[in-house]
């Protein structure tokens, strides 16, 4: 069974611009976390879908958004990107909300903000 | 409000030898996970170790085992018969029973000496 998937794996912006990430979950996973991993915030919760709702979001500003589609791929999105943003976006899935089940991580997508 | 606590920024262990990495934490939740996951140089979050907060019975995972203490609150990795293979970041993390998000401490570098 493949992994979760996240593309690009690299991505160079600059200031003011926007980004999308998107996430791939294992096949039948149903729900995706989002986290932000910088090296002086550590890791940091972004948000959670299910079933193409959110459910739970962190203390991040409105610049970051995402999604849910049907077939549960996620997408994040960050406008007017700020210097700060840059980090590792770490994309997690598991099959149901609930840490009874194992969440998995992607390999992440590393974002540069010039 | 949740918050996890790795009061060991880095680590090293001779390889064939036994390492312990500690982890204390704080929750309000009276039901709740807690986690190890290993990242290493690839950024993979790997999951290492599971413990149910209701469970007494230290969780083991082949040279991988805990002890908890939940009255201390405490959530410490013990690594048996260390390997090169086991250098990497070590995050400690925690998650109520019905949420959605993993909170994670800053982590422990383990560096594995040959």
């Known amino acids: 069974?493949?992994?979760?998937?996240?593309?690009p794996r690299y991505l160079i912006k600059t200031r003011g611009q926007q980004v999308t990430l998107s996430c791939s979950p294992i096949s039948g996973h149903r729900s995706v976390s989002w986290y932000q991993q910088t090296p002086?915030?550590?890791?940091?919760?972004?948000?959670?879908?299910?079933?193409?709702?959110?459910?739970?979001k962190g203390n991040f500003p409105g610049r970051f958004s995402g999604r849910q589609f049907s077939n549960s791929r996620s997408e994040m999105n960050v406008s007017t990107l700020e210097l700060g943003d840059s980090a590792l976006?770490?994309?997690?899935?598991?099959i149901a909300g609930g840490f009874n089940n194992e969440q998995f991580f992607g390999?992440?997508?590393r974002l540069t903000v010039l | 409000a949740q918050?996890?606590?790795q009061?060991?920024?880095?680590?090293?262990?001779?390889e064939a030898e036994t390492v312990t990495l500690s982890c204390t934490y704080d929750t309000s939740e009276s039901d709740y996970y807690l986690f190890w996951y290993k990242q290493p140089p690839s950024r993979q979050m790997i999951l290492v170790i599971r413990q149910e907060a209701y469970k007494q019975q230290n969780a083991t995972e082949n040279r991988f085992s805990v002890n908890f203490q939940k009255a201390a609150k405490s959530f410490s990795l013990k690594i048996s018969d260390s390997q090169l293979g086991d250098a990497a970041m070590y995050f400690c993390a925690i998650a109520g029973a019905g949420s959605y998000q993993l909170t994670f401490g800053k982590g422990t570098k383990l560096s594995v000496i040959p």
Not at chain 1, 40 to 56: A, D, H, I, V
Not at chain 1, 89 to 94: D, E, F, G
Request: aromatic share 12%.
């Open chain 1, 1 to 7: 069974k493949a992994g979760v998937t996240q593309t």
């Open chain 1, 40 to 56: 002086g915030q550590g890791l940091q919760f972004l948000f959670e879908y299910f079933s193409e709702t959110q459910r739970n």
């Open chain 1, 89 to 94: 976006y770490l994309c997690a899935s598991m």
């Open chain 1, 107 to 109: 390999p992440g997508t």
């Open chain 2, 3 to 5: 918050t996890v606590t």
């Open chain 2, 7 to 14: 009061s060991q920024p880095e680590m090293s262990v001779q």
